[in-house]
């Protein structure tokens, strides 16, 4: 999606980082989650986002996540960055990890970490190992099931409309019941709005989602039906309005899918991000999912005192055991959320109108579970003091850390 939802798990980091007053600038509050049926009538909503900043000391933002890669790779040294690197495949031996490139160049190393998102490569070089071994789970090769299709659009608003739009931040959720249809917008800071429309996955064959071109607009457009065009989104114009006001390059069309892998690493392979847990996005969980593992995963490394198997099988277990149980709630939450939002069997419906039903408090205390206090920070940088009513779960693997005798594993370039 063009725009970042960033809870306040990943927000600490920020702070660590010294980025948080820069991602700051660049951001929106979201105020909350409503969800109203076509006709605009409140049907429900996550109000507990409005009480994130007196929890945690940090409010839930919304920022394009453009503008938060340049933030990010500011901090980055020059040339620490290879572009146009694609790996086609990667091996395991007892001493090392090798990494192909489809420009033929070969990278060896300690280990190889896999970052490399929901299609990921090395993910399948990690099955080839673990089928060798004969320990591949045959739940873990089943691909990915397409929930949704969603076409993404971010729109420049004229100044009339964003103006008195961008005061209002809350992200609305519109349910068009009993039809293959739901809409998601919220404004994104500097007069643009983001608006995600989830269609019935069934509907769309594969090969059309890959080859959409923004051009194919007019086919989208004739694909909804008048209902859902004349809707109004939450800035007020409707929804061919604007997806006439989109540019092209701002049209997109992805297949949400959702995976959780039980199996995160090899001997020497592991992996982060999408590569091993894809939530559906309606919690927008994905991307700050990520963060923490980033996190919690160079804990582990940097608390290594060595790197021989035994030692990187230890980091890489007490990783896969940090983050594999949040990672299962964030899974089964986000995917319950995504079918209420949905609406479009009866199933759906019913688990929406539970969940509708739930009492606020009950609410608040999911949120709490799921934002407020697993806040994970790097061990080896200064700790942040927790400054909000709620207490985070304690932080792990904070000793011992020698900065003098990093174990950080390299990989070196050959060709
Ligand atoms: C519609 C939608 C909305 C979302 N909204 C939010 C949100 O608001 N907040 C949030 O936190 N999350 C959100 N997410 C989820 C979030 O986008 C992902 O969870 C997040 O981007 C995952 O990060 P990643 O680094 O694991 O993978 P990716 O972001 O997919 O990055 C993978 C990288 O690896 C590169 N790569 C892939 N294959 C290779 C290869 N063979 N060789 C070399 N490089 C390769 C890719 O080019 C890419 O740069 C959303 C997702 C969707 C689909």
Redesign the pocket.
């Known amino acids: 999606?063009n725009?970042?939802?960033?809870?306040i798990n990943?927000r600490i980091i920020f702070e660590q980082l010294g980025i948080a007053d820069q991602v700051d600038e660049i951001s929106l509050p979201a105020l909350g989650i409503t969800a109203c049926t076509a006709s605009d009538k409140k049907v429900g909503g996550i109000p507990s986002v409005r009480h994130c900043a007196a929890w945690t000391g940090y409010g839930w933002n919304?920022v394009h996540?453009e503008d938060l890669h340049k933030i990010l790779l500011s901090l980055i040294p020059k040339d620490t960055i290879q572009y146009n690197?694609?790996?086609?495949a990667a091996t395991e031996e007892e001493s090392e990890v090798t990494v192909i490139?489809?420009d033929t160049s070969v990278y060896r190393g300690d280990i190889l970490i896999g970052?490399?998102?929901?299609?990921?490569?090395?993910r399948e070089s990690m099955f080839t190992i673990l089928e060798k071994q004969g320990v591949l789970s045959r739940k873990d090769i089943k691909p990915a099931a397409i929930s949704n299709v969603?076409l993404?659009c971010l729109t420049e608003l004229k100044e009339d409309v964003s103006s008195t739009f961008m005061t209002e931040s809350d992200l609305e959720l519109k349910m068009f019941r009993g039809t293959p249809y739901s809409t998601l917008t919220f404004p994104v800071y500097s007069g643009k709005m983001t608006t995600?429309v989830f269609l019935n996955a069934t509907d769309w064959e594969p090969k059309d989602i890959q080859a959409f071109k923004n051009s194919d607009r007019s086919k989208i457009i004739e694909s909804f039906s008048e209902t859902l065009l004349d809707n109004r989104t939450s800035c007020g114009l409707t929804l061919r309005e604007v997806i006439h006001l989109t540019k092209s390059e701002r049209m997109t069309l992805?297949s949400?899918e959702e995976k959780l892998l039980k199996r995160w690493h090899t001997s020497r392979i592991v992996l982060?991000?999408?590569?091993c847990h894809?939530?559906h996005?309606v919690l927008?969980?994905?991307?700050?999912?990520?963060?923490l593992?980033a996190v919690v995963l160079a804990n582990c490394i940097h608390g290594m005192v060595d790197v021989t198997p035994e030692t990187i099988q230890i980091a890489f277990k007490s990783y896969h055991s940090s983050r594999y149980w949040n990672s299962m709630v964030i899974y089964i939450s986000s995917s319950m959320v995504g079918k209420l939002f949905l609406c479009q069997t009866w199933l759906q419906t019913v688990i929406g109108v539970i969940l509708l039903s739930i009492p606020i408090f009950i609410l608040d205390i999911v949120f709490k579970r799921l934002f407020c206090k697993d806040l994970p920070q790097a061990a080896f940088l200064p700790l942040i003091p927790p400054t909000g009513t709620v207490k985070p779960y304690p932080q792990k693997y904070s000793t011992p850390l020698d900065y003098d005798k990093p174990v950080v594993c390299s990989i070196e370039g050959t060709s």
């Open positions: 999606m725009c970042w939802n960033d809870p990943s919304i996540r690197k694609k790996v086609v490139c489809e970052a490399d998102g929901v299609y990921s490569k090395v969603a993404l995600a992805v949400i982060i991000g999408d590569a894809k939530f996005p927008a969980a994905g991307g700050n999912q990520a963060f593992d």
